[in-house]
């Protein structure tokens, strides 16, 4: 069966359904990964029914009509090395598609695509009308077939780049008879002062409104496409080079600050904070200094880079490379 014939138009809004979290449905993390760690989550379903895009916290990690979760990965290094997706419930697989190639969607790519924006994935029927749907698998790695019957958690396939998209993730879409359900607020209660009580997850997952995904070392401001593969820091500088650090954070919302500071041997050697001046999904913030004329002391120099937002740091990360 193609996966095709399988989409659901998204152009629907989640809404109010006439059922209680507390029935047996319910689902477990659909990919093998460490959340805030190994993974995090880029986008949540869309629920404002304007053209104004909101998530289930009124924030800004979601865009006009988005039907589902994004679980990204922080680099395409750590999709290359292969991260499972994974069922989330019980259930009938309905339907696959395994035959995308990975690539990062330009719109010179849309004829290719030609409506198949979910690229590989897997659709699967649970009882009482509930249906999962999983996309971007990584080409070939789809390891279910249609009507083979599956558990909670069994192995999918992979994450990958295909369909459109522009950074390797999962998208999981949840339905039940054919209405989008947002897993984070199934009975659309929350407001933007009151989070939701009740999810669908079995065990609670964090939803945090940004943070960084990676930061390091480098002898120049890198190219933000090495930043995006995983390539982009060093380890090991040279005395008579720049050094700059750099963070790549998720979730920037104008007036955020992005504050890079790094250290030397003998104590504080650089420190900025840049005010952002728009809303991004993705966000690369670099600094540093040219070398003094006698060179950089041998040494272990220590970078620290942190998001904030009003009085609150989001995200902090540390690293550290060595001055031979």
Same mark, same amino acid.
């Given at each position: 069966?193609?996966?095709?014939?399988?989409?659901?138009?998204?152009?629907?809004?989640?809404?109010?359904?006439?059922?209680?979290?507390?029935?047996?449905?319910?689902?477990?993390?659909?990919?093998?990964?460490?959340?805030?760690?190994?993974?995090?989550?880029?986008?949540?379903?869309?629920?404002?029914?304007?053209?104004?895009?909101?998530?289930?916290?009124?924030?800004?990690?979601?865009?006009?009509?988005?039907?589902?979760?994004?679980?990204?990965?922080?680099?395409?290094?750590?999709?290359?090395?292969?991260?499972?997706?994974?069922?989330?419930?019980?259930?009938?697989?309905?339907?696959?598609?395994?035959?995308?190639?990975?690539?990062?969607?330009?719109?010179?790519?849309?004829?290719?695509?030609?409506?198949?924006?979910?690229?590989? =994935?897997?659709?699967? *029927?649970?009882?009482?009308?509930?249906?999962?749907? $999983?996309?971007?698998? /990584?080409? @070939?790695? !789809?390891? #279910?077939?249609?009507?083979?019957?599956?558990?909670?958690?069994?192995?999918?396939?992979?994450?990958?780049?295909?369909?459109?998209?522009?950074?390797?993730?999962?998208?999981?879409?949840?339905?039940?008879?054919?209405?989008?359900?947002?897993?984070?607020?199934?009975?659309?209660?929350?407001?933007?002062?009151?989070?939701?009580?009740?999810?669908?997850?079995?065990?609670?997952?964090?939803?945090?409104?940004? =943070?960084?995904?990676? *930061?390091?070392?480098?002898?120049?401001?890198?190219? $933000?496409?090495?930043? /995006?593969? @995983?390539? !982009?820091? #060093?380890?090991?500088?040279?005395?008579?080079?720049?050094?700059?650090?750099?963070?790549?954070?998720?979730?920037?919302?104008?007036?955020?600050?992005?504050?890079?500071?790094?250290?030397?041997?003998?104590?504080?050697?650089?420190?900025?904070?840049?005010?952002?001046?728009?809303?991004?999904?993705?966000?690369?913030?670099?600094?540093?200094?040219?070398?003094?004329?006698?060179?950089?002391?041998?040494?272990?120099?220590?970078?620290?880079?942190?998001?904030?937002?009003?009085?609150?740091?989001?995200?902090?990360?540390?690293?550290?490379?060595?001055?031979?």
């Amino acid at each position: 069966m193609r996966l095709a014939a399988l989409l659901i138009s998204c152009a629907m809004p989640a809404m109010a359904q006439d059922f209680s979290v507390t029935q047996s449905f319910s689902l477990a993390q659909p990919i093998d990964c460490i959340l805030g760690d190994t993974c995090y989550i880029q986008n949540y379903v869309d629920t404002d029914p304007s053209e104004t895009a909101s998530d289930f916290l009124c924030g800004s990690l979601t865009y006009d009509t988005h039907q589902g979760t994004d679980f990204g990965l922080p680099t395409l290094i750590a999709m290359e090395a292969g991260v499972e997706v994974l069922a989330a419930a019980d259930g009938t697989v309905r339907g696959t598609r395994n035959d995308m190639r990975d690539v990062i969607y330009t719109d010179a790519l849309s004829g290719e695509i030609n409506g198949r924006d979910c690229g590989n =994935g897997v659709v699967i *029927s649970h009882d009482d009308g509930w249906e999962t749907q $999983y996309c971007h698998l /990584k080409e @070939g790695s !789809a390891t #279910v077939q249609s009507g083979q019957t599956i558990t909670a958690g069994t192995p999918l396939g992979l994450v990958g780049l295909s369909g459109r998209t522009q950074f390797p993730h999962l998208h999981i879409s949840v339905r039940r008879d054919g209405q989008v359900i947002d897993p984070f607020d199934p009975q659309n209660t929350a407001t933007c002062d009151t989070p939701p009580t009740e999810t669908l997850w079995a065990n609670p997952i964090d939803t945090p409104q940004g =943070g960084f995904l990676a *930061s390091g070392f480098a002898d120049k401001i890198p190219e $933000y496409e090495m930043v /995006k593969a @995983g390539t !982009a820091g #060093v380890s090991q500088l040279l005395s008579n080079t720049p050094i700059v650090l750099w963070g790549f954070a998720y979730g920037t919302r104008s007036d955020d600050v992005i504050a890079i500071s790094f250290s030397g041997p003998d104590g504080p050697l650089f420190e900025t904070r840049d005010v952002l001046d728009r809303t991004q999904a993705l966000t690369m913030r670099a600094g540093g200094l040219n070398a003094p004329d006698t060179g950089w002391q041998s040494g272990t120099y220590i970078g620290t880079v942190e998001h904030i937002r009003g009085d609150t740091v989001l995200s902090r990360q540390s690293t550290q490379a060595t001055v031979p």
